[in-house]
């Protein structure tokens, strides 16, 4: 089914003011045909950007094999993605208040044709899955069918004022003055009033508010939560002072912000997969509640600005940063369909947080502490594939899209989450036996309650994940479970008391 909330095809269920808003067009017995465009207006999203990221999803050089492509003209373009790629029509984020108006429009005796810029082969595919259109058109890899060369082709085909053109950007301006009526979707005030000074008769309909929502909600500002692990090495080093504090405060900000831009980079990346996931459907981007457009814009934005403040820590912290965006680039583009390399990549990123607090404060990191967090966030990587694939087994899904795991796999990352979680615990307890921390602490015999709260806290994590019940990242699950805070606290104390009695 769509992504929307009632299916796009059901044409029982009308768009509430639609017969009212068509109004007497149908009654003068003269009811033009009704064109309707695809980007923005029939769906809620641009396919020229979703099948550039999808095919950049499958070969990261596609921007540099695309150039010469596009000194041909935009039309050319989009040819040349749209056979690189291939759009499943059933998830893409449509417009139900479009598509009522189409099967009232419909109702009354009318005509109703797709009209879009974007290359015909993927405008067919979607005007065919809907089953609601009697013409198709789109772009054929010459003539970019925009603007004043739409209008003509409208013009020729249907006369001019044969027509109504639903539409929802400056570009469509050209279009409405040739046009009887004009229908806007999701239009700004500016140009609600423009498509009224082109035509005669103006619709307006599906109205968005505009709000920040979908853009905070994209960043994912709950997931800073994992870069809490800039902070460590202070904590370790027992260094709480202004300065250093001051230092892994910036560190997690810079952090956060090209985090930030990495998450927006993998849902332009993930749009197909993520439509096919019962809830990642809803994320901004895949649902349509925040354009591809700004989504593209605003993740190199996110970037420069944490490189910005990163040059404040110096040379070190920006080296360690660099690293953490070149791996994580290659997770985005390779590594997560890669079994086993992907989970190994996961932990590494988790422990260059660490890496990053280090870098940024000048603390030197022991082994103890290296290794100790290497093991724990292999656990807790394999922890996070574990409850995907046991997702994907609840869903009948033998495969889970866009990775290399099989369902048969589960119990061999389980084992993996687990057996990885007990050497963090024993690496720990070596640790506690030597001494570095008879230097660092008063009572040292108070830090073996961390070892047991470890324990069970690693094996209920993997628990969870077997039942079922993880649907976040293990460190954003764990801040939101009681159980797992309350074993935080727990740790809280036996440090405390191990420096303190």
């Given amino acids: 089914m769509a992504n929307s909330d009632r299916s796009p095809m059901d044409g029982d269920q009308r768009y509430a003011g639609a017969d009212m808003i068509i109004g007497d067009l149908a009654d003068n017995g003269t009811m033009p045909v009704l064109v309707v465009d695809l980007d923005g207006t029939l769906i809620r999203t641009d396919m020229l950007a979703e099948s550039f990221w999808a095919a950049c999803s499958s070969d990261v050089l596609t921007p ?57 082969n993927i405008v067919r595919t979607i005007g065919e899955h809907l089953g609601i259109f ?23 085909r249907f006369g001019e004022r044969g027509y109504a053109y639903m ?30 000074a082109a035509c005669e008769q103006a619709d ?35 260094r709480i ?38 809830r990642k459907h809803r994320r901004p981007l895949a649902s349509g509640d925040l354009s591809l457009a700004h989504g593209t814009l605003l993740a190199p934005v996110l970037l420069m600005a944490g490189i910005g403040l990163g040059t404040i820590l110096g040379p070190p912290f ?28 996961l932990a590494g990123l988790y422990t260059i947080r660490i890496l990053a607090g280090a870098a940024a404060t000048g603390i030197v990191l022991s082994f103890w502490l290296l290794a100790f967090s290497v093991f724990l966030f292999f656990a807790l990587a394999s922890v996070k594939r574990q409850a995907e694939l046991v997702d994907s087994a609840s869903r009948e899904v033998l495969k889970p899209s866009g990775r290399g795991y099989i369902i048969d796999d589960l119990p061999i990352v389980s084992q993996m989450a687990t057996s990885s979680g007990f050497v963090s615990v024993l690496v720990l307890a070596l640790y506690l036996n030597s001494p570095a921390v008879s230097a660092l602490y008063s009572q040292p015999a108070a830090l073996w309650g961390l070892c047991l709260i470890l324990l069970f806290w690693i094996n209920r994590m993997v628990m969870v994940a077997h039942r079922g019940g993880m649907h976040d990242d293990p460190i954003v699950f764990a801040v939101k479970d009681r159980t797992s805070l309350f074993c935080g606290v727990l740790g809280v104390g036996c440090a405390a008391a191990g420096v303190l009695l």
């Fill in 318 to 345: 920006l080296v360690v940063m660099a690293g953490y965006y070149t791996v994580t680039m290659a997770y985005s583009f390779f590594l997560k369909r890669r079994v086993l390399i992907d989970i190994v990549t």
């Fill in 241 to 278: 002072d202004a300065t250093t504090l001051l230092q892994s405060g910036l560190a997690f900000i810079c952090f956060s912000l090209i985090a930030s831009s990495v998450y927006l980079l993998n849902d332009l990346l993930d749009l197909s997969a993520d439509r096919a996931h019962p």
């Fill in 167 to 196: 539409g929802d950007s400056r570009a469509d301006i050209a279009v409405w003055k040739t046009a009887t009526k004009a229908i806007t979707v999701n239009a700004g005030s500016a140009l609600r009033a423009s498509a009224e």
């Fill in 134 to 156: 009697d013409e198709i058109h789109g772009s054929d890899g010459k003539l970019n069918l925009k603007g004043h060369r739409k209008s003509q082709f409208l013009t020729d």
């Fill in 64 to 120: 540099l094999k695309l150039i010469p492509k596009a000194f041909k003209g935009r039309a050319a373009l989009k040819r040349t993605l749209s056979a690189k790629t291939r759009i499943d029509p059933v998830t893409l984020p449509y417009n139900q208040a479009v598509i009522d108006y189409i099967h009232a429009w419909k109702k009354r005796g009318g005509r109703a044709a797709l009209v879009s810029a974007s290359d015909e």
């Fill in 204 to 238: 307006h309909i599906a109205r968005r508010s505009k709000s920040l929502r979908p853009v905070l909600k994209a960043i994912r500002p709950h997931q800073w939560l994992k870069n809490m692990l800039v902070f460590i090495p202070m904590i370790a080093g027992h």
